[in-house]
């Protein structure tokens, strides 16, 4: 390397701005905010990839409740998603009432529980919920939520929160990687070990990039929970 090159290269060395504080910390700890509704197979198929991606990794993982039924309020569904709708207020609603009260490390536990329930349980709503909040040590007076609107300013909040990130023509879930949010990953079934971290990795690089809206194939597989 001639002494010409090796000032550029020092040049080009000096351009490159500092990280922040913060960037650093995203580049070391990236922040996940993931919105989920309880109800749903593919957001919890999602939940148990980053699960176990947190397992495996440092990341601030923080859980939101968001709300398919308000999603669909004003819809013109099928008779029986409509009916599904009307039945999915309850575990939303407990589900946000958790974190009211007990905070978001709360409504990790919880979606965990009730999710376990639900979809590999195959339990039916109420009975899942009233078993959720027993497993996770939480009040048995939260289930009386699933039947009131009390808190349903906040849970419109949180699901606003996640769809504004995305828009309105997607679901659940949401995941968001240092502010930049994508709906999905849909994946099934949750990659584990170090599959796992190599789609953390690839969606982390993905945010990254600046225009990227979507990426989709035809789905040809439903949820395998094992």
């Given amino acids: 390397m001639t002494a010409e090159t090796t000032a550029g290269a020092a ?3 000096s351009a490159t ?3 922040t504080p913060t960037e650093q910390e995203l580049l070391t700890r990236p922040r996940v905010d993931f919105w989920f509704d309880p109800i749903c197979p593919w957001a919890w198929m999602t939940s148990r990839w980053m699960v176990e ?3 495996q990794r440092d990341v601030d993982l923080t859980w939101h409740v968001m709300s398919l039924a308000v999603l669909n309020e004003g819809r013109d569904l099928p008779e ?3 009916a599904l709708m009307d039945r999915a207020w309850g575990p939303a609603r407990v589900a946000n009432a958790v974190r009211e009260q007990h905070g978001d490390a ?3 536990e919880f ?3 009730i999710g376990t329930r639900i979809h590999p349980g195959g339990e039916e709503f109420e009975p899942a919920i009233a078993g959720a909040l027993e497993d996770v040590g939480l009040p048995a007076d939260l289930a009386r939520f699933a039947d009131s609107d009390e808190l349903d300013e906040s849970l419109r909040a949180s699901h606003g929160e996640g ?3 995305v828009g309105e023509d997607v679901g659940t879930p949401v995941v968001s990687i240092n502010g930049t949010a994508y709906f999905g990953p849909v994946v099934t ?3 584990k070990g170090e599959a796992a971290l190599r789609l953390f990795d690839g969606l982390v690089l993905l945010t990254s990039v600046d225009g990227l809206y979507e990426l989709k194939r035809t789905r040809t597989s439903g949820p395998v929970f094992d």
Avoid: F, H, M
């Fill in 11 to 13: 040049a080009d060395a």
């Fill in 17 to 19: 701005p500092e990280l």
């Fill in 53 to 55: 991606v947190a397992r």
């Fill in 80 to 82: 029986n998603y409509r």
């Fill in 106 to 108: 709360a409504v990790g």
């Fill in 111 to 113: 979606y965990t529980a």
């Fill in 163 to 165: 769809i504004s990130l």
């Fill in 189 to 191: 079934p949750a990659p």
